[in-house]
């Protein structure tokens, strides 16, 4: 899965935004905290659920069921917006 080509994503120094392009359904900009961000970051490349997660286990000191929880919750919303391609 990959960020949709119909979105961007900026990063202003202390939240990722993610903003349609104008090609997409939904209309306008999401923001996201830290965690979201990193997210984020990882879906401008294709990647998978499982591969996201191993990433933010190495960066952050937390169990691994709260991390792929906040990952599954990040891309379910990011789907629900039309925001990522492939599953």
Do not use: W
Not at 39 to 51: M, N, P, S
Request: glycine residues 8%; aromatic residues 4%.
């Amino acid at each position: 899965m990959k960020l949709s080509d119909a979105f961007l994503s900026h990063d202003d120094g202390s939240e990722k935004l993610v903003v349609s392009t104008g090609a997409a359904k939904f209309s306008g900009m999401a923001r996201g905290n830290e965690t979201a961000g990193f997210i984020i970051t990882c879906l401008e490349q294709e990647t998978t659920e499982d591969e996201i997660v191993a990433k933010m286990l190495a960066k952050y000191d937390a169990p691994e069921d709260v991390i792929r929880r906040d990952v599954q919750k990040i891309i379910s919303q990011l789907k629900e917006i039309g925001a990522i391609d492939g599953e």
